[in-house]
């Protein structure tokens, strides 16, 4: 994590709390998804921020899923989510559902019928909006608004045991149809849908409201600290209304500005239509701004916590540029990735004063970056190499450090070596080129006295695994494709993904394994796929060296 930075004005408000000796002291926060979908870097902040609090406050956790709407939630979304948590490094006190609270909360509803503060209404959803007025003029009460507690009372049991269809009828809060805030003017609390649910199963067919459950969820558990993003601020009287009225513990709602990244999408909706319609190849997708998609694509847990540290916790919206995200993961995997030769784009060098049945064993350090090289490991070498086609011209432009004819160049680890010709197929395409290369001007015993600047990579040709690598760009190619005209969808990167179906590679690169990241020298940061098999070895693209984008 990055340096002593100062406190953000959550961690602010905390530390009031806790000098003034609320809640004894004590600091409960929850991550509350609702298991309908999975979860995106733009949840990892919020993650980072409620886990964060606690570590530091020595506090806890909790995971709640927020599953009140039956019809979107799934077990799939469950179990992703769970485990997307457990990798970014967090441990939840409990696993929570608002589903279990379901009776509670009724009792909760009851109460506030009793109290004469809630009412069942038979109005339309088109009635409703119409009563509500608009903000400069006040509601206007229908005739359901005067029931009396005891038919609201029946008419509510009545809702539960299923007796009406869905959208007959409402359960609504009596609060106050002309306050200026919209949320306040006789808000829903429950409504009617026969629909089977994940966890409940058919037991119910009336749900609350997010308004009538997230507060009462946060009550039960006992929550102190309630973090959620800003849209929620013109909920947060309501919040503190139901909760005065019910008398129940006053956990308080804070809000935070969202993450938003530029050149992606964020909202589960959205991300889902991307996966239905398969412009990307799942929710795991290595193109994603999932966890699950960041994680395929070789993202550490480190790196996206470290993204999110950096990007702060503020109160107003901003654009964050998916290059530091980018930035993250290359400070780390420079650190710990491991350096590998793969050639991405072959052509055949051949080395004609090689004995052609002689191979010699380099070797070379895992990692030069780190202070003790993180060992080395073996790769062979011998008369013919694959070398990447960028790496020679048949026509070098002045200050071209590589091969052109009466070229040198050093082969990392190995020999420098000189070009002499080059082979032409009928196209005019170069198919082989041909060098010499210098006996002693070994790695690390060079006696040559030959000074080169360019240094490149190579593979054995008899020796190398081949492999397909699959090199990703950004899914979108502007930077907020929701606020353009038309479909989101309008404005995606059709070059997203390129596919190099045969690249040659370090035969120890047989036994990456999906997740542990490898350099692939000079051609950026790679990890193998998680799909990937020993008869075909496939490595994503995390990561290009340097920051290559141009702005369009
Ligand atoms: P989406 O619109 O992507 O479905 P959501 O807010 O509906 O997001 P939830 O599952 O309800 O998703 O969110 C769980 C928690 O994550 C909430 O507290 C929410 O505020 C937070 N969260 C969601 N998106 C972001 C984001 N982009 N930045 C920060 N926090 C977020
Ligand atoms: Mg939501």
Redesign the pocket.
Known sequence: MSEERSLNFIEEIVEEDIAAGKNGGRVLTR????P??YL?I??A??ICLNFGLALKYNGKTNLRF?DTNPVKEDVEYVDSIKEDVKWLGFEWAEELYASDYFDKIYEFAVTLIKKGLAYVDDSTAEEIAHQKGTPTEPGTPNQYRSRSVEENLQLFADMKAGKYPDGAKVLRAKLDLAAPNMHLRDPLMYRIKHAHHHRTGDAWCIYPMYDFAHGQSDAIEQITHS???LEFIPHRALYDWFIEQLGIFPSKQYEFA???LNYTV????KLLELVVDGHVDGWDDPRMPTISGLRRRGYTPASIREFCERIGVAKRENMIDVGLLEFCIREDLNKTAWRRMAVLDPIKCILTNYPEDKTEIFSGENNPEAEDGDGSREFPFSRELWIEREDFMEVPPKKFFRLGVGLMVRLKSAYIIKCDDFVKDADGNVTEIHCTYIPESQSGNDTSGINVKGTIHWVSVPHAKTAEVRLYDRLFQVENPQSEDGDFKDYINLNSLQIITTAYIEPDLANATPGTPVQFMRKGYFTLDKYSSADKLVFNRTVTLKDGWVKK
């Open positions: 991550f509350p998804p609702e309908n979908g995106h733009g949840h902040k919020s927020d973090i959620c993003t969202r993450l938003n964020m909202s589960k909706r």
